[in-house]
C-alpha cells in the first residue's frame, strides 16, 4: 500500500457526461501528480500541483481540469467526456519536488 | 525533451533466474532522476527504485539493483532470483524537472515480464 488513496476505483459513465477523480496523498506529502494511462498513449503526465499551486502541465485537455484543496488532497474533472477518455488515470505524490513519487491504485474510466 | 525507451515489449524467465530489463534515455540535462516502477495485472504502480544522475554508486533495494552506465545513457534493471510474484509491467522513467522545481515522470513503454514455473 502506498499511502495514496484513489477513489473510486473503477466508474463508468456515458459521452458527454461529467465526473470527477479524488486523491488523497500520503500523509505529509505536499505535491499530488495526475497521469493517464491508456492503451495507445502508454503513461502521459497530465498535471502538478505543489502545495495547492498547479506547478506543472503536460499533455492536459481543456475540457480537463484539477485542483488541489488546503488541505492537500486533490481532484481531477473530467467534462464532455468522449469514449478516447476511457483510461487508467493515476494520481501520485512525493514528499517535495525533487523526491520519488508513489502512485495510487488508480481510477479505471470507462465511458460507454 | 526527454524520451525514455525500453526496447523489450516482453520478456519470459525461469522463476530463480536474474533477469535484466533494457532501458535507456535521451536527455540533455546533467541532473536528471531514473526510476522503475512495476505493474501487476491489478494495475497498480508500484516503486521499486531510484538512481540519480550523480549517484557514484548503483542503486540497490532487496533484489533489485540498477545498472546505470551513464555515458551510454543506460539504466537497466537487474532482478535477483525471479520468483513468480515478479511478473508484471515494468516501467522506466525519468524525472523531467522544469523551471520553479516543476517535474514530471517520463515513462517508457513498458516491458511485460513472465516468470514461469
Known amino acids: 500500500d502506498s499511502g495514496v488513496t484513489q477513489t473510486p476505483k473503477h466508474l463508468i459513465t456515458a459521452t458527454g457526461q461529467r465526473v470527477t477523480l479524488r486523491c488523497s496523498p500520503r500523509?505529509?506529502?505536499?505535491?499530488v501528480y495526475w497521469y493517464q494511462q491508456s492503451l495507445d498513449q502508454g503513461l502521459q503526465f497530465l498535471i502538478q500541483?505543489?502545495?495547492?499551486?498547479?506547478?506543472a502541465k503536460g499533455n492536459i485537455l481543456e475540457r480537463f481540469s484539477a485542483q488541489q484543496f488546503p488541505d492537500l488532497h486533490s481532484e481531477l474533472n473530467l467534462s464532455s467526456l468522449e469514449l478516447g477518455d476511457s483510461a487508467l488515470y493515476f494520481c501520485?505524490?512525493?514528499?517535495?519536488?525533487?523526491?520519488?513519487?508513489?502512485f495510487g491504485q488508480g481510477t479505471r474510466l470507462t465511458v460507454v | 525533451a526527454q524520451k525514455i525507451t525500453q526496447t523489450q515489449p516482453g520478456m519470459f524467465v525461469q522463476e530463480k533466474e536474474a533477469v535484466t530489463l533494457d532501458c535507456t534515455y535521451d536527455?540533455?540535462?546533467?541532473?536528471?532522476?531514473l526510476f522503475w516502477y512495476k505493474q501487476p495485472s491489478s494495475g497498480e504502480m508500484i516503486f521499486l527504485i531510484y538512481?540519480?544522475?550523480?549517484?557514484?554508486q548503483n542503486a540497490t533495494e532487496g533484489r533489485y539493483s540498477l545498472n546505470f552506465q551513464k555515458a551510454r545513457k543506460s539504466a537497466n534493471l537487474v532482478i535477483s532470483a525471479s520468483q513468480l510474484g515478479d511478473s508484471a509491467m515494468y516501467f522506466c522513467?525519468?524525472?523531467?524537472?522544469?523551471?520553479?522545481?516543476?517535474?514530471?515522470?517520463?515513462f517508457g513503454q513498458g516491458t511485460r515480464l513472465t516468470i514461469n514455473p
Open positions: 500523509s505529509g506529502d505536499l505535491s
Open positions: 538512481q540519480g544522475s550523480y549517484d557514484e
Open positions: 536527455t540533455s540535462d546533467q541532473s536528471y532522476g
Open positions: 501520485a505524490s512525493s514528499l517535495r519536488l525533487n523526491t520519488e513519487a508513489f
Open positions: 522513467a525519468m524525472r523531467e524537472v522544469r523551471i520553479q522545481g516543476a517535474q514530471k515522470l517520463v
Open positions: 500541483y505543489y502545495n495547492g499551486e498547479e506547478r
